[in-house]
């Protein structure tokens, strides 16, 4: 089955501890980007990438970052998290070409930052 | 940068009726596409129709349909006999992508719809 998964699905932690959210595509998509949605704000987007080792940021970048070293995966990192960071988290990829290729959406991690 | 403004934040239609979701947008750019996402309770983003611009046809899946109208920038989504089932924050999003610089969506802030039984 085609699918974007994300892991965790949920978290709570504390302020400045780093942590990892995963997210990984079975459908050797080139593009993968995240997200985060916050109430009355949409989606957002955090990173992008075009590739392996081909990143760059998005909309609301600060406080995150991303690697792309194997096409199917692309983590989101928080190096030290801060409570503005508490969120809805979604990662998303499409296959290449034009921008018509619709996103297909992980389903979403949520995280609480204390 | 590109904007995607949906002037609505909520919605209420009767079951079985129609209903209209706005969505404007501004860029600067010829050739682009626009979506439509459904989101449910569940969280997940459900793609529900997308529209290329150079195409001047309007695209319909099913029951639900855009009104595109690009000279005035204007994205609208028709649901026709709404259902229950399409409750829902519904998010219309452009891609962002330009032949190989930037990716991904930007999105407006999203219609709350409620379909009243």
């Known amino acids: 089955e085609a699918q974007v998964t994300q892991n965790p699905r949920y978290l709570i932690t504390v302020t400045g501890k780093k942590l990892t959210v995963t997210c990984s595509q079975n459908m050797n998509h080139e593009y993968m980007s995240w997200y985060r949605q916050d109430p009355g704000l949409g989606l957002r987007q955090i990173y992008y990438?075009?590739?392996?080792?081909?990143?760059d940021k998005g909309d609301v970048p600060e406080g995150y970052k991303v690697s792309r070293k194997e096409k199917r995966n692309f983590p989101l990192i928080l190096e030290s998290p801060s409570p503005n960071q508490t969120s809805l988290y979604f990662c998303?990829?499409?296959?290449?070409?034009?921008?018509?290729?619709?996103?297909?959406f992980g389903d979403g991690t949520r995280l609480s930052i204390l | 940068a590109q904007t995607v403004t949906q002037s609505q934040p909520e919605m209420s239609v009767q079951e079985a009726e129609t209903v209209t979701l706005s969505c404007t947008y501004d860029t600067s750019e010829s050739d682009y596409y626009l979506f439509w996402y459904k989101q449910p309770p569940s969280r997940q983003m459900i793609l529900v129709i997308r529209?290329?611009?150079?195409?001047?046809q309007n695209a319909t899946e099913n029951r639900f349909s855009v009104n595109f109208q690009k000279a005035a920038k204007s994205f609208s989504l028709k649901i026709s006999d709404s259902q229950l089932g399409d409750a829902a924050m519904y998010f219309c999003a452009y891609s962002r992508y330009s032949g190989g610089g930037a990716d991904g969506l930007t999105f407006g802030k999203g219609t709350h719809l409620i379909i009243q039984p």
């Open positions: 529209q290329e611009a150079y195409k001047q």
């Open positions: 998303a990829s499409r296959s290449g070409g034009r921008g018509n290729q619709p996103q297909h």
């Open positions: 990438s075009m590739n392996v080792e081909a990143t």
